[in-house]
């Protein structure tokens, strides 16, 4: 039997529909429906589809690696792929069991999910990789004949406080209402990527420039310095924004106008409350 016939039967035999599957597995609808009919030209290729096949085999009762050995032999005509040590192989099912794209209906937001994950995966390799150790600095002191003049006297100076204000990080509070892709980056260096689900929280201190990337704004909801944000775009539609000291205020949500009167006025209301209350005596 084929790939595709092989996983529709088991699903059949455990009386579970494609919408079911696709719940469980985070796998839209439309791509198990062509991976059922061995449509694999509409499936993305690599190590994404064997990532589907063996969610899908785990949900269905089937043994996963013989199934993506099949897959290899019969569809992509490679040998079996040799053993993978352990980080590598923990990376490859961290991939496996991120969300690729909501169930429904194929979207270009997909293709920018998984371009968004083979960046992540690829950082991840590249700090598995070891690096040279730094000289040990008793090594370098010894090496040096000449002797360490002594260090200068700190005098204070005294400054108006505008350059600490600048220097001091924003604190930026990201949550999640309900399952949703997040990706945020610091300075060039990618702290968050995943999938957070309802009530998660990430804390980022951002002295620089934060690129933020959000798979459904409708579920998502942020603070920067304790102050509510704004909302950042339609439900279902993935966005990415750019926020640094220079313009954060512009997502923060906007204060109405009428409690800044009702701030002024209310040491006038209380001062006429006392009067009525207790008029003076002459």
């Not at 599957?21 to 993305?44: C, W």
């Not at 390799?125 to 200068?152: D, E, G, H, M």
């Amino acid at each position: 039997m084929d790939i595709g016939g092989e996983l529709r039967a088991a699903r059949r035999s455990r009386k579970r529909t494609i919408e079911q599957i696709a719940k469980t597995t985070k796998i839209s609808p439309t791509l198990l429906r062509a991976i059922e009919n061995n449509d694999f030209d509409s499936v993305p290729g690599g190590l994404f589809t064997r990532g589907f096949l063996r969610a899908y085999a785990r949900e269905v009762g089937l043994d996963p690696e013989a199934l993506v050995l099949r897959y290899r032999s019969e569809i992509e005509g490679a040998p079996p792929p040799e053993p993978l040590d352990a980080r590598e192989d923990r990376a490859a099912q961290e991939v496996e069991a991120v969300e690729l794209e909501p169930a429904g209906e194929s979207s270009p937001g997909q293709i920018i999910q998984i371009c968004v994950i083979v960046i992540v995966v690829g950082a991840y390799f590249a700090w598995l990789r070891p690096s040279k150790p730094a000289a040990p600095a008793a090594t370098i002191a010894a090496a040096s004949p000449v002797a360490t003049p002594p260090a200068p006297e700190v005098r204070p100076i005294a400054t108006t406080g505008q350059a600490d204000t600048e220097r001091t990080p924003l604190d930026v509070d990201l949550r999640a209402d309900g399952p949703c892709w997040i990706s945020a980056a610091v300075d060039g260096e990618t702290v968050v990527a995943r999938l957070m689900n309802a009530g998660e929280h990430e804390r980022l201190k951002i002295a620089g420039h934060l690129a933020l990337r959000v798979g459904d704004p409708g579920v998502f909801a942020f603070s920067i310095d304790g102050v509510p944000g704004r909302s950042l775009g339609r439900a279902g539609q993935a966005v990415t924004v750019q926020i640094d000291r220079d313009n954060y205020e512009s997502f923060l949500q906007p204060r109405r106008p009428h409690d800044a009167a009702t701030d002024d006025l209310r040491p006038v209301a209380d001062a006429a409350r006392r009067a009525a209350c207790c008029p003076r005596i002459p």
